[in-house]
Protein backbone atom coordinates (compact mmCIF):
# COMPACT_ATOMS: atom_id res chain seq x y z
CA UNK A 1 0.00 0.00 0.00
CA UNK A 2 1.47 3.51 -1.17
CA UNK A 3 -0.88 6.63 1.11
CA UNK A 4 1.02 9.63 0.69
CA UNK A 5 0.42 13.34 -1.37
CA UNK A 6 3.05 15.01 -3.72
CA UNK A 7 3.65 18.06 -5.83
CA UNK A 8 0.75 16.72 -8.46
CA UNK A 9 -1.78 16.80 -5.70
CA UNK A 10 -1.01 19.13 -2.71
CA UNK A 11 0.30 22.86 -2.99
CA UNK A 12 3.73 23.80 -1.37
CA UNK A 13 1.83 25.17 1.61
CA UNK A 14 0.50 21.21 2.58
CA UNK A 15 3.40 19.66 1.59
CA UNK A 16 5.30 21.60 4.03
CA UNK A 17 2.76 21.01 6.62
CA UNK A 18 3.11 17.15 6.16
CA UNK A 19 6.72 17.00 5.70
CA UNK A 20 8.69 14.77 8.24
CA UNK A 21 12.10 15.87 8.72
CA UNK A 22 15.19 13.36 8.54
CA UNK A 23 15.69 13.03 12.72
CA UNK A 24 11.98 12.65 13.68
CA UNK A 25 11.61 9.95 10.73
CA UNK A 26 13.33 7.65 12.76
CA UNK A 27 10.16 7.85 15.76
CA UNK A 28 7.73 7.98 13.18
CA UNK A 29 8.81 4.69 11.89
CA UNK A 30 8.80 3.10 15.46
CA UNK A 31 5.44 4.56 16.10
CA UNK A 32 4.01 2.99 12.76
CA UNK A 33 5.47 -0.40 12.95
CA UNK A 34 3.68 -0.81 16.45
CA UNK A 35 0.20 0.50 14.79
CA UNK A 36 -2.62 -1.60 14.23
CA UNK A 37 -2.91 -3.51 10.60
CA UNK A 38 0.42 -2.41 9.76
CA UNK A 39 3.21 -4.91 9.05
CA UNK A 40 6.31 -2.70 7.42
CA UNK A 41 6.55 0.79 6.57
CA UNK A 42 8.80 3.40 4.78
CA UNK A 43 8.41 6.38 5.00
CA UNK A 44 9.90 8.99 1.92
CA UNK A 45 9.73 12.96 2.65
CA UNK A 46 11.35 15.50 0.36
CA UNK A 47 10.13 19.07 -0.47
CA UNK A 48 8.05 17.25 -3.44
CA UNK A 49 6.46 14.35 -1.34
CA UNK A 50 5.56 13.06 1.84
CA UNK A 51 4.73 9.03 1.21
CA UNK A 52 4.02 6.12 3.05
CA UNK A 53 5.17 3.02 1.75
CA UNK A 54 3.46 0.52 3.62
CA UNK A 55 2.68 -3.44 3.89
CA UNK A 56 0.00 -4.79 5.69
CA UNK A 57 -2.40 -7.88 5.42
CA UNK A 58 -5.32 -5.84 6.18
CA UNK A 59 -5.09 -2.79 4.68
CA UNK A 60 -8.51 -0.95 5.85
CA UNK A 61 -6.69 -1.16 9.52
CA UNK A 62 -3.44 0.15 8.40
CA UNK A 63 -5.10 3.07 6.64
CA UNK A 64 -7.29 3.71 9.36
CA UNK A 65 -3.55 3.33 11.86
CA UNK A 66 -2.14 6.12 9.31
CA UNK A 67 -5.24 8.37 9.01
CA UNK A 68 -5.04 8.55 13.10
CA UNK A 69 -1.08 9.19 13.12
CA UNK A 70 -1.70 12.11 10.59
CA UNK A 71 -4.57 13.64 12.58
CA UNK A 72 -2.96 13.29 16.12
CA UNK A 73 0.44 14.80 14.59
CA UNK A 74 -0.37 16.86 11.61
CA UNK A 75 -4.00 18.13 12.21
CA UNK A 76 -4.98 16.47 8.98
CA UNK A 77 -8.35 17.45 8.55
CA UNK A 78 -11.33 15.26 6.57
CA UNK A 79 -11.69 17.97 3.84
CA UNK A 80 -7.75 17.59 3.26
CA UNK A 81 -7.40 13.75 3.01
CA UNK A 82 -8.58 14.33 -0.74
CA UNK A 83 -4.95 16.00 -1.29
CA UNK A 84 -3.51 11.97 -0.59
CA UNK A 85 -3.80 9.35 -2.92
CA UNK A 86 -4.48 5.53 -1.58
CA UNK A 87 -3.37 3.06 -3.80
CA UNK A 88 -2.85 -1.08 -3.30
CA UNK A 89 -0.93 -3.91 -5.19
CA UNK A 90 -0.58 -3.21 -8.56
CA UNK A 91 -1.46 0.22 -8.29
CA UNK A 92 1.26 0.82 -5.05
CA UNK A 93 3.88 -0.97 -7.13
CA UNK A 94 3.63 0.46 -9.82
CA UNK A 95 3.83 3.94 -8.37
CA UNK A 96 6.97 2.82 -6.05
CA UNK A 97 8.44 1.82 -9.32
CA UNK A 98 7.62 5.09 -11.40
CA UNK A 99 8.60 7.23 -7.93
CA UNK A 100 12.35 5.40 -8.33
CA UNK A 101 12.73 6.13 -11.68
CA UNK A 102 12.36 9.84 -11.00
CA UNK A 103 8.94 9.84 -13.45
CA UNK A 104 7.28 11.18 -10.41
CA UNK A 105 9.60 13.79 -9.53
CA UNK A 106 10.50 17.81 -10.69
CA UNK A 107 12.42 17.04 -14.35
CA UNK A 108 12.24 13.60 -13.81
CA UNK A 109 15.19 13.45 -11.44
CA UNK A 110 15.86 9.63 -11.21
CA UNK A 111 19.36 9.59 -8.95
CA UNK A 112 18.03 12.61 -6.58
CA UNK A 113 14.97 10.55 -5.68
CA UNK A 114 16.85 7.42 -5.63
CA UNK A 115 19.06 8.55 -3.18
CA UNK A 116 16.28 10.14 -1.24
CA UNK A 117 14.45 6.32 -1.71
CA UNK A 118 17.79 4.34 -0.42
CA UNK A 119 18.10 6.85 2.44
CA UNK A 120 14.26 6.24 3.38
CA UNK A 121 14.81 2.68 2.85
CA UNK A 122 18.27 2.63 5.45
CA UNK A 123 16.19 4.92 7.75
CA UNK A 124 13.68 2.02 8.12
CA UNK A 125 15.98 -0.47 8.37
CA UNK A 126 17.48 1.23 11.08
CA UNK A 127 14.86 0.68 13.55
CA UNK A 128 13.45 -2.92 11.81
CA UNK A 129 10.41 -1.07 10.21
CA UNK A 130 11.09 -3.36 6.97
CA UNK A 131 11.03 -6.92 6.79
CA UNK A 132 11.69 -9.29 3.51
CA UNK A 133 8.28 -7.99 1.59
CA UNK A 134 9.04 -4.12 1.68
CA UNK A 135 12.83 -5.25 0.71
CA UNK A 136 11.78 -7.09 -1.73
CA UNK A 137 9.83 -4.21 -3.29
CA UNK A 138 12.70 -1.55 -3.59
CA UNK A 139 15.05 -3.91 -4.66
CA UNK A 140 12.64 -5.01 -7.41
CA UNK A 141 12.24 -1.07 -7.50
CA UNK A 142 15.92 -0.18 -7.97
CA UNK A 143 16.15 -2.86 -10.87
CA UNK A 144 13.32 -0.84 -12.53
CA UNK A 145 15.13 2.02 -12.11
CA UNK A 146 18.61 0.50 -13.77
CA UNK A 147 16.20 -0.78 -16.96
CA UNK A 148 14.54 2.09 -17.05
CA UNK A 149 17.90 4.13 -17.61
CA UNK A 150 19.50 1.54 -19.53
CA UNK A 151 16.38 1.04 -22.25
CA UNK A 152 15.18 4.55 -22.78
CA UNK A 153 16.81 8.29 -23.21
CA UNK A 154 15.19 9.22 -20.09
CA UNK A 155 18.32 10.28 -18.23
CA UNK A 156 19.30 12.29 -21.46
CA UNK A 157 16.19 14.56 -21.61
CA UNK A 158 16.00 14.91 -18.32
CA UNK A 159 16.02 18.57 -16.89
CA UNK A 160 18.48 19.03 -13.87
CA UNK A 161 17.77 21.66 -10.94
CA UNK A 162 20.86 23.48 -11.77
CA UNK A 163 19.12 23.55 -15.43
CA UNK A 164 15.99 25.22 -13.69
CA UNK A 165 17.58 27.66 -11.70
CA UNK A 166 19.61 28.83 -14.75
CA UNK A 167 16.89 29.56 -16.55
CA UNK A 168 15.23 31.33 -13.61
CA UNK A 169 18.35 33.57 -13.45
CA UNK A 170 18.37 34.24 -17.45
CA UNK A 171 15.18 35.85 -17.08
CA UNK A 172 15.77 38.58 -14.31
CA UNK A 173 19.55 38.82 -14.98
CA UNK A 174 20.06 37.79 -18.43
CA UNK A 175 23.00 35.73 -16.91
CA UNK A 176 24.52 34.64 -14.10
CA UNK A 177 28.39 35.75 -15.60
CA UNK A 178 30.21 37.88 -13.10
CA UNK A 179 27.65 37.77 -10.57
CA UNK A 180 28.12 37.15 -6.85
CA UNK A 181 26.63 33.43 -4.87
CA UNK A 182 25.46 32.76 -1.38
CA UNK A 183 24.89 29.28 -1.03
CA UNK A 184 23.46 28.01 2.30
CA UNK A 185 22.99 24.32 2.29
CA UNK A 186 25.52 21.57 1.50
CA UNK A 187 23.05 18.64 0.13
CA UNK A 188 23.63 16.85 -3.04
CA UNK A 189 21.44 19.60 -4.74
CA UNK A 190 23.26 22.45 -3.39
CA UNK A 191 26.36 21.19 -4.75
CA UNK A 192 25.24 20.38 -8.33
CA UNK A 193 23.83 24.01 -8.86
CA UNK A 194 27.25 25.65 -6.74
CA UNK A 195 29.49 23.60 -9.61
CA UNK A 196 27.08 24.68 -12.35
CA UNK A 197 27.33 28.27 -11.24
CA UNK A 198 30.75 28.64 -11.30
CA UNK A 199 31.32 26.77 -14.71
CA UNK A 200 28.44 29.24 -16.05
CA UNK A 201 30.72 31.90 -14.89
CA UNK A 202 29.88 33.26 -11.50
CA UNK A 203 32.31 35.73 -9.95
CA UNK A 204 32.38 34.62 -6.30
CA UNK A 205 30.71 32.02 -4.64
CA UNK A 206 30.36 31.96 -0.82
CA UNK A 207 28.79 28.60 0.74
CA UNK A 208 27.32 28.61 4.06
CA UNK A 209 25.27 25.19 6.52
CA UNK A 210 24.24 25.16 10.25
CA UNK A 211 27.49 22.66 10.31
CA UNK A 212 30.21 24.51 9.09
CA UNK A 213 32.37 21.39 8.45
CA UNK A 214 29.89 20.68 5.67
CA UNK A 215 30.31 24.49 4.54
CA UNK A 216 34.17 23.76 4.58
CA UNK A 217 34.25 20.15 2.83
CA UNK A 218 31.69 21.64 0.14
CA UNK A 219 33.83 25.11 -0.18
CA UNK A 220 36.61 23.43 -1.12
CA UNK A 221 35.36 20.59 -3.35
CA UNK A 222 33.70 23.66 -5.36
CA UNK A 223 36.74 26.06 -4.81
CA UNK A 224 34.43 28.76 -2.98
CA UNK A 225 34.90 30.29 0.32
CA UNK A 226 33.26 28.74 3.39
CA UNK A 227 31.46 31.54 6.18
CA UNK A 228 30.21 30.78 9.11
CA UNK A 229 26.14 31.21 9.30
CA UNK A 230 26.86 33.62 12.04
CA UNK A 231 27.90 36.02 9.30
CA UNK A 232 24.74 35.53 6.42
CA UNK A 233 24.03 39.37 6.89
CA UNK A 234 27.11 40.37 5.93
CA UNK A 235 26.67 38.18 2.34
CA UNK A 236 23.31 38.97 1.48
CA UNK A 237 23.94 42.72 1.86
CA UNK A 238 26.19 41.79 -1.14
CA UNK A 239 24.75 38.80 -3.37
CA UNK A 240 23.30 39.00 -6.53
CA UNK A 241 21.91 35.54 -6.10
CA UNK A 242 21.01 33.22 -2.72
CA UNK A 243 20.46 29.99 -2.64
CA UNK A 244 19.22 28.31 -0.23
CA UNK A 245 18.33 25.12 1.42
CA UNK A 246 19.78 24.63 5.03
CA UNK A 247 17.33 22.08 6.18
CA UNK A 248 16.73 24.15 9.46
CA UNK A 249 13.13 24.02 10.98
CA UNK A 250 12.53 27.12 11.25
CA UNK A 251 13.02 30.69 8.82
CA UNK A 252 16.16 32.28 8.38
CA UNK A 253 15.01 35.31 7.25
CA UNK A 254 11.86 36.79 7.86
CA UNK A 255 10.18 40.15 6.11
CA UNK A 256 11.57 42.09 9.03
CA UNK A 257 14.80 41.35 8.36
CA UNK A 258 14.35 41.13 4.51
CA UNK A 259 13.16 44.94 4.72
CA UNK A 260 16.88 45.85 6.73
CA UNK A 261 18.35 43.77 4.21
CA UNK A 262 16.82 46.25 1.37
CA UNK A 263 16.82 49.52 2.36
CA UNK A 264 20.90 48.79 3.38
CA UNK A 265 20.88 47.88 -0.24
CA UNK A 266 19.49 50.53 -1.54
CA UNK A 267 16.98 48.18 -3.42
CA UNK A 268 19.00 47.19 -5.72
CA UNK A 269 17.82 44.02 -6.91
CA UNK A 270 18.59 40.48 -5.85
CA UNK A 271 17.10 37.09 -6.18
CA UNK A 272 16.68 34.33 -3.86
CA UNK A 273 15.87 30.76 -4.36
CA UNK A 274 14.47 28.84 -1.48
CA UNK A 275 14.83 25.33 -2.25
CA UNK A 276 14.42 24.67 1.54
CA UNK A 277 11.73 22.03 2.81
CA UNK A 278 10.72 23.64 4.92
CA UNK A 279 11.15 26.83 3.56
CA UNK A 280 14.08 28.55 4.96
CA UNK A 281 12.40 31.91 3.66
CA UNK A 282 9.59 33.78 4.70
CA UNK A 283 6.94 33.56 1.82
CA UNK A 284 6.00 37.49 2.88
CA UNK A 285 9.44 38.36 1.85
CA UNK A 286 8.19 38.58 -1.58
CA UNK A 287 6.62 41.59 -0.98
CA UNK A 288 9.72 43.15 0.22
CA UNK A 289 10.88 45.84 -2.36
CA UNK A 290 14.01 45.22 -4.23
CA UNK A 291 14.01 41.01 -3.17
CA UNK A 292 12.96 38.83 -6.20
CA UNK A 293 11.70 35.40 -3.93
CA UNK A 294 11.09 32.08 -5.81
CA UNK A 295 10.46 28.98 -4.25
CA UNK A 296 9.56 25.28 -5.34
CA UNK A 297 6.68 25.83 -6.95
CA UNK A 298 8.34 29.05 -9.11
CA UNK A 299 10.59 25.75 -10.10
CA UNK A 300 7.72 23.77 -10.80
CA UNK A 301 6.78 25.44 -13.25
CA UNK A 302 10.03 25.32 -14.94
CA UNK A 303 9.77 21.99 -15.18
CA UNK A 304 6.28 21.97 -17.12
CA UNK A 305 7.56 22.18 -20.19
CA UNK A 306 8.21 18.82 -22.08
CA UNK A 307 9.62 18.06 -24.85
CA UNK A 308 8.20 15.64 -27.63
CA UNK A 309 11.34 13.50 -26.63
CA UNK A 310 10.60 13.55 -23.28
CA UNK A 311 7.46 12.61 -23.57
CA UNK A 312 8.76 9.37 -25.86
CA UNK A 313 11.07 8.90 -23.20
CA UNK A 314 8.13 8.94 -20.14
CA UNK A 315 5.95 6.67 -22.63
CA UNK A 316 8.65 4.16 -22.94
CA UNK A 317 9.52 4.08 -19.20
CA UNK A 318 6.02 3.60 -18.37
CA UNK A 319 5.53 0.68 -20.31
CA UNK A 320 8.62 -0.72 -19.12
CA UNK A 321 7.25 -0.07 -15.23
CA UNK A 322 3.39 -1.65 -16.17
CA UNK A 323 5.11 -4.85 -16.87
CA UNK A 324 7.79 -5.09 -14.24
CA UNK A 325 4.96 -4.26 -11.81
CA UNK A 326 2.58 -6.93 -12.79
CA UNK A 327 5.12 -9.45 -13.09
CA UNK A 328 6.27 -8.54 -9.21
CA UNK A 329 3.05 -8.71 -8.45
CA UNK A 330 2.13 -11.99 -9.69
CA UNK A 331 5.58 -13.56 -7.96
CA UNK A 332 4.51 -12.46 -4.98
CA UNK A 333 1.09 -13.76 -4.97
CA UNK A 334 2.77 -17.16 -5.74
CA UNK A 335 5.61 -16.65 -3.14
CA UNK A 336 3.29 -15.18 -0.21
CA UNK A 337 1.11 -18.12 -0.17
CA UNK A 338 -2.02 -15.88 -1.16
CA UNK A 339 -3.80 -18.94 -3.38
CA UNK A 340 -3.54 -20.84 -0.35
CA UNK A 341 -4.74 -18.27 2.02
CA UNK A 342 -7.84 -17.13 -0.49
CA UNK A 343 -8.83 -20.47 -0.46
CA UNK A 344 -8.58 -21.09 3.24
CA UNK A 345 -10.51 -18.00 3.95
CA UNK A 346 -13.17 -19.05 1.47
CA UNK A 347 -13.68 -22.45 3.01
CA UNK A 348 -13.63 -20.87 6.79
CA UNK A 349 -15.98 -18.62 5.50
CA UNK A 350 -17.95 -21.64 4.51
CA UNK A 351 -17.85 -23.38 7.79
CA UNK A 352 -18.80 -20.59 9.76
CA UNK A 353 -22.14 -19.68 7.50
CA UNK A 354 -23.09 -23.34 7.78
CA UNK A 355 -22.61 -23.36 11.68
CA UNK A 356 -24.40 -20.12 12.04
CA UNK A 357 -27.33 -21.16 9.61
CA UNK A 358 -27.68 -23.96 12.12
CA UNK A 359 -27.21 -21.46 15.00
CA UNK A 360 -29.70 -19.10 14.07
CA UNK A 361 -32.34 -22.15 13.23
CA UNK A 362 -31.80 -23.21 16.76
CA UNK A 363 -31.38 -20.22 19.08
CA UNK A 364 -33.18 -17.72 16.69
CA UNK A 365 -35.01 -15.90 15.58
CA UNK A 366 -32.53 -12.97 16.11
CA UNK A 367 -32.77 -9.07 15.86
CA UNK A 368 -31.63 -7.56 12.81
CA UNK A 369 -28.66 -6.00 14.53
CA UNK A 370 -28.08 -8.84 16.53
CA UNK A 371 -27.33 -11.03 13.23
CA UNK A 372 -25.47 -8.17 11.83
CA UNK A 373 -23.05 -8.74 14.57
CA UNK A 374 -22.99 -12.32 14.30
CA UNK A 375 -21.47 -12.71 10.79
CA UNK A 376 -19.19 -9.73 11.16
CA UNK A 377 -17.62 -11.40 14.11
CA UNK A 378 -17.03 -14.96 12.21
CA UNK A 379 -16.42 -12.61 9.30
CA UNK A 380 -13.23 -11.03 11.59
CA UNK A 381 -12.14 -14.21 13.00
CA UNK A 382 -11.55 -16.17 9.61
CA UNK A 383 -10.27 -12.67 7.46
CA UNK A 384 -7.38 -13.03 11.01
CA UNK A 385 -6.77 -17.06 10.25
CA UNK A 386 -6.47 -16.02 6.91
CA UNK A 387 -4.15 -12.97 7.64
CA UNK A 388 -1.71 -15.31 9.99
CA UNK A 389 -1.40 -18.07 7.81
CA UNK A 390 -0.01 -15.31 4.82
CA UNK A 391 2.46 -14.24 7.52
CA UNK A 392 3.45 -17.38 8.35
CA UNK A 393 4.16 -18.44 4.59
CA UNK A 394 6.01 -15.32 4.69
CA UNK A 395 8.36 -15.95 7.31
CA UNK A 396 9.79 -19.34 6.13
CA UNK A 397 12.90 -18.59 3.65
CA UNK A 398 12.98 -21.46 1.79
CA UNK A 399 10.46 -21.80 -1.02
CA UNK A 400 10.26 -25.70 -0.52
CA UNK A 401 9.36 -25.75 3.27
CA UNK A 402 6.50 -22.97 1.99
CA UNK A 403 5.23 -25.47 -0.31
CA UNK A 404 4.77 -28.03 2.22
CA UNK A 405 3.03 -26.23 5.04
CA UNK A 406 0.83 -24.92 1.69
CA UNK A 407 0.10 -28.42 1.15
CA UNK A 408 -0.44 -29.16 4.26
CA UNK A 409 -3.11 -26.65 4.90
CA UNK A 410 -4.74 -27.49 1.77
CA UNK A 411 -5.01 -31.32 2.55
CA UNK A 412 -6.30 -30.74 6.15
CA UNK A 413 -8.94 -28.31 4.94
CA UNK A 414 -9.67 -30.04 1.86
CA UNK A 415 -8.93 -26.65 -0.57
CA UNK A 416 -8.20 -28.71 -3.52
CA UNK A 417 -11.41 -30.88 -3.78
CA UNK A 418 -14.58 -29.23 -4.42
CA UNK A 419 -16.57 -27.06 -2.20
CA UNK A 420 -18.83 -30.30 -0.15
CA UNK A 421 -20.37 -29.21 2.53
CA UNK A 422 -18.70 -29.85 6.20
CA UNK A 423 -21.49 -29.60 8.89
CA UNK A 424 -24.86 -28.92 7.53
CA UNK A 425 -26.52 -27.69 4.55
CA UNK A 426 -24.66 -25.34 1.97
CA UNK A 427 -25.98 -21.52 1.69
CA UNK A 428 -27.00 -20.22 -1.72
CA UNK A 429 -24.88 -17.79 -3.49
CA UNK A 430 -27.45 -14.60 -2.03
CA UNK A 431 -26.71 -15.75 1.11
CA UNK A 432 -23.26 -15.81 0.15
CA UNK A 433 -23.54 -12.53 -0.84
CA UNK A 434 -25.70 -11.54 2.86
CA UNK A 435 -23.68 -13.41 5.34
CA UNK A 436 -20.39 -10.99 5.31
CA UNK A 437 -21.63 -7.60 4.94
CA UNK A 438 -18.55 -5.68 7.14
CA UNK A 439 -15.84 -8.15 6.36
CA UNK A 440 -12.77 -6.80 4.24
CA UNK A 441 -11.75 -8.85 1.80
CA UNK A 442 -8.07 -9.88 1.97
CA UNK A 443 -5.56 -7.75 -0.60
CA UNK A 444 -2.57 -8.86 -2.19
Same mark, same amino acid.
Given at each position: MVVGLNHRTAPLAMRERFWIGETRRYEVLRQLKKAEGIDEAVVLSTA? #??????? @??????? @?? /?????LTAAHGLKLSEW???? #?LLDDAALAHIFQVVSGLDSLGLRGTEIENQVKTAWEQARTVGAVGSSLNGVLEAALRVSAKVRNETALRQVSVSLPAAILEIVAVIFGSVEGRKILLIGTGESAEQTGRRLIESGAASLVVMDPLPERAQRLALALGARAAAMAERWK?? #???????? /? /?GC?????? #????????????RVAFVILDLGMPRDVDPEVRRVDGILLHDIESLEHVFEHESEESRTAVAQAEKIIAAEASAFHRRLRVESGAPTALNLRRRLDELCRQELDSFIEERGPFSREQDHSLHAITGQLTQKIASFLVRELKEVPEKEEQERMAAAVARLFHLDSPQAAIAGPISDQANDRRSHPDAVAINY
Amino acid at each position: MVVGLNHRTAPLAMRERFWIGETRRYEVLRQLKKAEGIDEAVVLSTAC #RTEFFLW @ADEPTLA @AN /SLLQFLTAAHGLKLSEWEHFY #RLLDDAALAHIFQVVSGLDSLGLRGTEIENQVKTAWEQARTVGAVGSSLNGVLEAALRVSAKVRNETALRQVSVSLPAAILEIVAVIFGSVEGRKILLIGTGESAEQTGRRLIESGAASLVVMDPLPERAQRLALALGARAAAMAERWKYL #RRADIVIT /S /SGCPHVILT #REEAEHIAQERNRVAFVILDLGMPRDVDPEVRRVDGILLHDIESLEHVFEHESEESRTAVAQAEKIIAAEASAFHRRLRVESGAPTALNLRRRLDELCRQELDSFIEERGPFSREQDHSLHAITGQLTQKIASFLVRELKEVPEKEEQERMAAAVARLFHLDSPQAAIAGPISDQANDRRSHPDAVAINY
